[in-house]
């Protein structure tokens, strides 16, 4: 249902209206990202809070916006304390990293968060200029076209130095 949030928005907006649908999202917020509960509940009550001064819609459309901030917080949080996440994730098929993997998956962690500055600006300008449609497409289309993008170019990216290295 996360995945699909934007087209069932789409589609169900005409017929429920904004809040309940707003209502849905923030709580399908808090919800879908354990790892982040004090951020993504924050979000959530933020985003109710736009929909309490009178922008439902707002609020609704600005769900991409918190998963993009939410998920910028957990990634540059983790470059910080512990293990910053890319490593965690690498660490689970080569435990014994190599340091020049360590510093790899720094950088793709930086990137990551890039990625989601970029994410998240490109949705909070749908949600504030664009319509319903063109909110729909980037959010529920392009936005996961983007990420799977930046995985397939990771992925290329890391196999082609593991060759260079051995």
């Known amino acids: 249902m996360a995945l699909a949030w934007p087209v069932?928005?789409?589609?169900?907006?005409?017929?429920?209206?904004s809040w309940p649908l707003l209502a849905i999202g923030a709580l399908l917020l808090a919800w879908r990202m354990p790892q982040a509960r004090y951020l993504a509940t924050l979000a959530a009550a933020l985003l109710l809070a736009l929909g309490g001064l009178g922008h439902a819609e707002l609020g609704m459309r600005a769900y991409p916006v918190a998963v993009s901030i939410v998920m910028l917080a957990v990634f540059l949080s983790s470059l910080w304390r512990g293990m910053p996440i890319v490593e965690r994730l690498a660490?689970?098929?080569?435990?014994?990293?190599?340091?020049?993997g360590i510093r790899y998956t720094r950088r793709v962690t930086w990137a990551w968060c890039g990625f989601f500055?970029?994410?998240?600006?490109?949705?909070?300008?749908?949600?504030l200029y664009a319509d319903l449609a063109t909110w729909t497409l980037y959010n529920g289309v392009i936005s996961y076209a983007l990420i799977a993008m930046m995985f397939a170019g990771e992925w290329l990216l890391r196999h082609r130095l593991r060759r260079s290295l051995s």
């Open 8 to 17: 069932l928005v789409f589609v169900l907006h005409d017929r429920l209206g």
């Open 91 to 100: 660490r689970l098929h080569d435990p014994d990293l190599p340091p020049a």
């Open 117 to 127: 500055v970029f994410n998240g600006t490109i949705a909070c300008w749908t949600a």
